[in-house]
Structure formats: structure tokens, C-alpha cells
Nanobody, 119 residues
Framework: QVQLVESGGGLVQAGDSLRLSCVAS????????MGWFRQAPGKEREFVAG????????NYEDSVKGRFTVSRDNSKNTVYLQMNSLKPEDTAVYYC????????????WGVGTQVTVSS
């Protein structure tokens, strides 16, 4: 079955950086648009960033624009989220997800990685 495994989370201070990685297996990675989502305690899961199958287009939630960068390496079946200038409000569990290109529903999800930003 398809697996998405996130890594790279941790506890950092405000202003620090982290890079999250998500490795996909048992799917044809280049056929999938990849997304990053997050869920903070007591809040709904929200979209953070997305990247098309080729990496040619990206989009971001407004609060992370200019601070986060999503990228992918199709040769490694991996998508990344570089997070700079982290803020306490970025604290959440971060999930990667995959949807086949041309569709709108994310079919596959990872189990998440915790990011905690202290002030």
C-alpha cells in the first residue's frame, strides 16, 4: 500500500528554521501533486503548501508566504518543506499528502511530524 513518511520535525525557537521531508513509496510519484497540511491543537487541519507533479507550480497559505518553500525531487520520491522565520503560531502537526494530478482530492496521507516553536 502507499506510504507517505514525514520527518524533520522538532522543537525550535522563534526565528529558527526547519526542513521537513516526506518520502513516498508504492506510488508513481511523478503522477501526483503533493501538499503539506498542518493541524494545531484545537484547530482544524489547514492547507500550508502544494506543488505540482513537475514542481513547476507551487502555492501557499497566506500566513506562510515568503517564509516557507515547498520543493520536490522526483528521483527520490521526496517532497520538502523548508520553513524559515518560524513563529509560535506555526506550532502544529505537519502532514504531507498526495493527490493524483488533475484531481482535487488528496487520496493519501502521512502520519505527521510535530513542529513546536517556542517564543
Amino acid at each position: 500500500q502507499v506510504q507517505l513518511v514525514e520527518s524533520g520535525g522538532g522543537l525550535v525557537q522563534a526565528g529558527d528554521s526547519l526542513r521537513l521531508s516526506c518520502v513516498a513509496s508504492r506510488l508513481t510519484f511523478s503522477l501526483y501533486t503533493m501538499g503539506w497540511f498542518r493541524q494545531a491543537p484545537g484547530k482544524e487541519r489547514e492547507f500550508v503548501a502544494g506543488i505540482t507533479w513537475s514542481g513547476g507550480a507551487t502555492n501557499y497559505e497566506d500566513s506562510v508566504k515568503g517564509r516557507f518553500t515547498v520543493s520536490r525531487d522526483n528521483s527520490k520520491n521526496t517532497v520538502y518543506l523548508q520553513m524559515n522565520s518560524l513563529k509560535p503560531e506555526d506550532t502544529a502537526v505537519y502532514y504531507c499528502a498526495a493527490r493524483i494530478r488533475g484531481t482535487t482530492l488528496y487520496n493519501y496521507w502521512g502520519v505527521g511530524t510535530q513542529v513546536t516553536v517556542s517564543s
